[in-house]
């Protein structure tokens, strides 16, 4: 599977789009209503109205690549649905790919160490 970069950032795009837009379609949804560069290397994951379906759209360096998934039985955990965006971190991002409660991964803070003297 592609996967988004370490360092980029991954968004839930929480209002559920049309699912017969492909790549074109929904690059224009993240720069014209997310107010996002989509050829930034973001990661921008979109739902379906009925929560079972998700896209995944990423620049890759060299084109726009799109990941279709549909689970067979039950439902992505979404979060609530309203305008915007809301960022996953790279842990939440593979359990809801995964079809698992995102929301239950925690990301741990980690302080840098102070400097040796």
């Not at 980029?8 to 209002?15: D, E, F, K, L």
């Not at 949804?29 to 079972?52: I, Y």
């Not at 305008?83 to 939440?92: H, I």
């Not at 790919?97 to 929301?103: I, N």
Request: glycine content about 8%.
């Amino acid at each position: 599977m592609i996967v988004p970069g370490q360092r980029m950032p991954i968004v839930i795009a929480t209002r559920p789009v049309d699912f017969r837009c492909g790549h074109d379609g929904l690059a224009a949804k993240v720069q014209n209503e997310l107010k996002l560069d989509p050829h930034s290397g973001l990661t921008v994951v979109f739902r379906s109205r009925r929560g079972d379906r998700l896209k995944i759209l990423v620049w890759d360096g060299s084109g726009l690549v799109l990941i279709y998934k549909r689970l067979e039985s039950g439902r992505f955990v979404w979060p609530k649905v309203q305008d915007g965006t809301m960022r996953l971190s790279r842990a939440q991002f593979e359990a809801l790919f995964e079809g698992l409660d995102w929301r239950r991964m925690m990301a741990q803070r980690v302080v840098p160490p102070a400097a040796a003297s």
